[in-house]
T-cell receptor, first 113, second 114 residues
Framework: DVKVTQSSRYLVKRTGEKVFLECVQD?????MFWYRQDPGLGLRLIYF???????EKGDIPEGYSVSREKKERFSLILESASTNQTSMYLC????????????FGDGTRLSIL | DQQVKQNSPSLSVQEGRISILNCDYT??????FLWYKKYPAEGPTFLIS?????DKNEDGRFTVFLNKSAKHLSLHIVPSQPGDSAVYFC?????????????FGKGTKLSVKP
């Protein structure tokens, strides 16, 4: 079974802090993704990566950056956390190509106070 | 502009009956479609997919139907069980789009009553 592990289930940070969310997958997947899920808005793509050190912006990249130094690990960085970044963050991974299902971690519920 | 739409935010069904979840899309370039199930406090779980060269795909109690001319897909769950109660997301991707990107609908919350 595919295993996508997010480092924290719940996280509370303060406004202005730099926040790191970590994601690790164990299936040698080429693609990795970061989404946020908000009530009534569904899943929105923040950033994705299709190879080590490669990244592309998704639909809502403002205020975020990412890092992929190793194939199995994809980090989401909130450069200066703000209250409107309080959300559920979901990491996913998939094999390369467009017709591959993405497999998700259990999410990190992030609260910015 | 929503490219993938799930117009019913919620659906309630009696145990043992059929659940039908609907999804419409606007982008004619989409050619791969998926359904995910999500329980509270968990990540979405991949359920079933269909390529645009097919109009039906079955996996146990789950069947996905694709009507390309209507740009419509549906997920049928037969028979429905209380454990099927969850939020269901449909998603789509296009061969010409960014690698592996999925466009998600906003979800439909299914409640299956015993």
């Amino acid at each position: 079974d595919v295993k996508v592990t997010q480092s924290s289930r719940y996280l509370v940070k303060r406004t202005g802090e730099k926040v790191f969310l970590e994601c690790v997958q164990d299936m040698d997947h080429e693609n990795m993704f970061w989404y946020r899920q908000d009530p009534g808005l569904g899943l929105r793509l923040i950033y994705f990566s299709y190879d080590v050190k490669m990244k592309e912006k998704g639909d809502i990249p403002e205020g975020y950056s990412v890092s992929r130094e190793k194939k199995e690990r994809f980090s989401l960085i909130l450069e200066s956390a703000s209250t409107n970044q309080t959300s559920m963050y979901l990491c996913a991974s998939s094999f390369g190509g467009y017709n591959q299902p993405q497999h998700f971690g259990d999410g990190t519920r992030l609260s910015i106070l | 502009d929503q490219q993938v739409k799930q117009n019913s935010p919620s659906l309630s069904v009696q145990e043992g009956r059929i659940s039908i979840l609907n999804c419409d899309y606007t982008n004619s370039m989409f050619d791969y479609f998926l359904w995910y199930k999500k329980y509270p406090a968990e990540g979405p779980t991949f359920l079933i997919s269909i390529s645009s060269i097919k109009d039906k795909n079955e996996d146990g109690r789950f069947t996905v139907f694709l009507n390309k001319s209507a740009k419509h897909l549906s997920l049928h769950i037969v028979p429905s069980q209380p454990g099927d109660s969850a939020v269901y997301f449909c998603a789509a991707s296009a061969m010409g789009g960014s690698q592996g990107n999925l466009i998600f609908g906003k979800g439909t919350k299914l409640s299956v009553k015993p």
